[in-house]
């Protein structure tokens, strides 16, 4: 799925039906970031565990988690703010078959949602 596509149907998520649960983390996840973790390239589950594993420490201080993944070319950068522009966190991938673009996303008290499902 291309990023225009990609982009096209995450748009529709405004809320969510299921929450899922990460097997390395307490994190869980709705409908839209399972379809993200399923469409982005071959699987962007990758982008979860690190979510999961990294970010949920600082979840334990901050409440409130902005996250960026920026794929450009391959690679991509991930980034976390509190919501204020404050950066909080970040780490840079090598090697992704993400597709090219900014996603945005929000872990808020344990739960990975997209900015339109919140």
Known sequence: MDSNQLKHEMAQFTGTEHYYRHALSR???TDGVQFFAENAG???YWFLDIVGT?????QKVEP?????LNAQD???DISATDG???KLWSRAIEYTDCPDGEWA???IDGIMLLTREY
């Open 74 to 76: 391959g690679k991509a």
């Open 84 to 86: 204020n522009d404050n």
């Open 54 to 58: 990294e970010l949920m420490q600082i």
């Open 27 to 29: 994190m869980t996840y």
């Open 64 to 68: 409130f988690i902005s996250i960026k």
């Open 105 to 107: 996303f929000y872990l």
């Open 42 to 44: 071959g699987g962007a």
